[in-house]
């Protein structure tokens, strides 16, 4: 939506919360994709890295294994890079 159709992120944000909250939708991390809806308008962090965050945060996951630096951004996360988890 937000390369395609130019849709800000506020905008995307509010429309996938409005679809994960109506009653006839069943997802199995309601609340992890609330939380992404936050992390992607107010962090502006990429969709599937909000995710990351956002089900870490949710699940009680302290640390996430990503080469982007911006992961370690955010507040309770803590990003392990991957090409030093053999050192």
């Not at 800000?8 to 944000?13: F, L, M, T, Y």
């Not at 969709?47 to 309770?76: Q, R």
């Amino acid at each position: 939506m937000q390369s395609v159709y130019q849709a800000p992120r506020a905008v995307i944000a509010t429309a996938l919360r409005a679809l994960v909250t109506r009653k006839n939708v069943s997802t199995p991390n309601r609340q992890a994709l609330l939380r992404c809806c936050d992390l992607f308008d107010s962090k502006h962090m990429d969709f599937p890295d909000a995710y990351l965050a956002a089900f870490s945060e949710v699940h009680g996951i302290g640390a996430i294994a990503s080469f982007d630096k911006g992961l370690g951004k955010t507040e309770g996360i803590k990003r392990i890079d991957p090409g030093k988890l053999n050192d």
